[in-house]
T-cell receptor
C-alpha cells in the first residue's frame, strides 16, 4: 500500500540547533516533493519544492534533500528559533497528476 | 490578494443536517482542491478541479459528499446528511497549474462539528 511517513509526531530541540525532519514514502513515484508549514488553527503554507532530479534545495535557513533511491526527503532548519515551532508536512505528487498526497506531519518545538 | 477565502470558519450542526462549505480561490488560479484534516488520518484530498471541471473525486468518502465549481471564483462542498464522523477541519486550496510542479495556497479552513 502507499505510505508517506514522517519520522516522529513530535520533535523538541534547543534554540540555535539544527532541526532535521524525515519524510519516507513507499509505492509512490513522485516527480517532486514539497514541504509545508502549518500553525495551529491555520492552513498549511508552502515552503520549498524539490524535483526528482535535484539532490538539494536551499532557502534561507531551510534545506531540503531528496533521495529517490532511498525514497526519502530530509528537511533541515539551521539556527532554529522559537518562531520555527510548528507542524511541518511533506507532500508528494504521483507522476502525471497535479494533486498532492500529504504525510501526517511532525510537530516541531524549539525551546528557548 | 486576499488569499483563499473559506466560509464559514466554524460550523456546528446536528447529525442528519445538510452542511455547505464555501471557497473562493485566488483570482487567476486554475485548480482548486478540497481537503479534510483529522488527527487520525491527517490531510486527505477529497476532490480537485481543473478549470472548473472535477478531475479526481476518488477521495470523496461517500455519496453523502458532493462538490461543485460553477465558476472560476467559487466552489462548494456539501455533506448531506451529515454524520458525527464527518467532524474535521476542511481546507480549500488553489493553485496555478503550469507544468508539473505547483505549490498550493490553502485557505484558513472550516472546522466542522457534527453532534
Amino acid at each position: 500500500s502507499q505510505k508517506i511517513e514522517q519520522n516522529s509526531e513530535a520533535l523538541n530541540i534547543q534554540e540555535g540547533k539544527t532541526a532535521t525532519l524525515t519524510c519516507n514514502y513507499t509505492n509512490y513515484s513522485p516527480a517532486y516533493l514539497q514541504w509545508y508549514r502549518q500553525d495551529p488553527g491555520r492552513g498549511p503554507v508552502f515552503l520549498l519544492l524539490i524535483r526528482e532530479n535535484e539532490k538539494e534545495k536551499r532557502k534561507e535557513r531551510l534545506k531540503v534533500t531528496f533521495d529517490t533511491t532511498l525514497k526519502q526527503s530530509l528537511f533541515h532548519i539551521t539556527a532554529s528559533q522559537p518562531a520555527d515551532s510548528a507542524t511541518y508536512l511533506c507532500a508528494l505528487d504521483q507522476t502525471g497528476a497535479n494533486n498532492l498526497f500529504f504525510g501526517t506531519g511532525t510537530r516541531l518545538t524549539v525551546i528557548p | 490578494d486576499a488569499g483563499v477565502i473559506q466560509s464559514p470558519r466554524h460550523e456546528v450542526t446536528e447529525m442528519g443536517q445538510e452542511v455547505t462549505l464555501r471557497c473562493k480561490p485566488i483570482s487567476g488560479h486554475n485548480s482548486l482542491f478540497w481537503y479534510r484534516q483529522t488527527m487520525m488520518r491527517g490531510l486527505e484530498l477529497l476532490i480537485y478541479f481543473n478549470n472548473n471541471v472535477p478531475i479526481d473525486d476518488s477521495g470523496m468518502p461517500e455519496d453523502r459528499f458532493s462538490a461543485k465549481m460553477p465558476n472560476a471564483s467559487f466552489s462548494t462542498l456539501k455533506i448531506q446528511p451529515s454524520e458525527p464522523r464527518d467532524s474535521a477541519v476542511y481546507f480549500c486550496a488553489s493553485s496555478l497549474v503550469q507544468g508539473s510542479a505547483n505549490e498550493q495556497f490553502f485557505g484558513p479552513g472550516t472546522r466542522l462539528t457534527v453532534l
